[in-house]
T-cell receptor, first 113, second 109 residues
Framework: NAGVTQTPKFQVLKTGQSMTLQCAQD?????MYWYRQDPGMGLRLIYY???????DKGEVPNGYNVSRLNKREFSLRLESAAPSQTSVYFC????????????FGQGTRLTVV | EDQVTQSPEALRLQEGESSSLNCSYT??????LFWYRQDPGKGPEFLFT???AGEEKEKERLKATLTKKESFLHITAPKPEDSATYLC??????????FGKGTRLHILP
């Protein structure tokens, strides 16, 4: 019973490089989310997908793009990484919207140098 | 402006010493308040959802309560394994989710 799986767990990028963070859930959830967590700050929503085929911006979308590849997978892309994007990224999913219990992945620790 | 404030930022307790964590909020139209537990290096783990003032939920040594302005997470006779960061989040009427910064709880054996 894997739940929400994120890859990779750790990544170091140079400024200007691009990369994609992968997220997959096996709980048949409709809604998926990408958050970032920085020291001294609460979790902040980057993008979310209420259902397959839809994506919407969250609180801090600049510098990111997302793809809801299918019901299971929701990827986050950094086109040109910046040091300000150094953070821990969490993917989460819920059956339908936040009112249904949300499950988080283990996180991806990204450092941009 | 919608916001969520958790206090204290950090709390150290002896094993068995009960206490409460606070989550105060100002949002336009509360749709739900959520408590999560986060262990170091892990993602948050869902604990409770509260929807209306007066509602209470319990799980083992944890009890969450809700008023119109704040929520409390009461920890009764805590054990070292209860050590974690506890996160509070609220859902506003526009469905926006706002997380607090968390309370780091450390239970000493």
């Amino acid at each position: 019973n894997a739940g929400v799986t994120q890859t990779p767990k750790f990544q170091v990028l140079k400024t200007g490089q691009s990369m994609t963070l992968q997220c997959a859930q096996d709980m048949n959830h409709n809604s998926m989310y990408w958050y970032r967590q920085d020291p001294g700050m609460g979790l902040r929503l980057i993008y979310y997908s209420a259902s397959e085929g839809t994506t919407d911006k969250g609180e801090v979308p600049n510098g990111y793009n997302v793809s809801r590849l299918n019901k299971r997978e929701f990827s986050l892309r950094l086109e040109s990484a910046a040091p300000s994007q150094t953070s821990v990224y969490f993917c989460a999913s819920s059956f339908r919207g936040w009112n249904t219990e949300a499950f988080f992945g283990q996180g991806t620790r990204l450092t941009v140098v | 402006e919608d916001q969520v404030t958790q206090s204290p930022e950090a709390l150290r307790l002896q094993e068995g010493e009960s206490s409460s964590l606070n989550c105060s909020y100002t949002v336009s139209g509360l749709r739900g308040l959520f408590w999560y537990r986060q262990d170091p290096g892990k993602g948050p783990e869902f604990l409770f959802t509260l929807y209306s003032a007066g509602e209470e939920k319990e799980k083992e040594r944890l009890k969450a309560t809700l008023t119109k302005k704040e929520s409390f997470l009461h920890i009764t006779a805590p054990k070292p394994e209860d050590s974690a960061t506890y996160l509070c989040a609220v859902q506003a009427e526009d469905d926006k989710i706002i997380f607090g910064k968390g309370t780091r709880l450390h239970i000493l054996p």
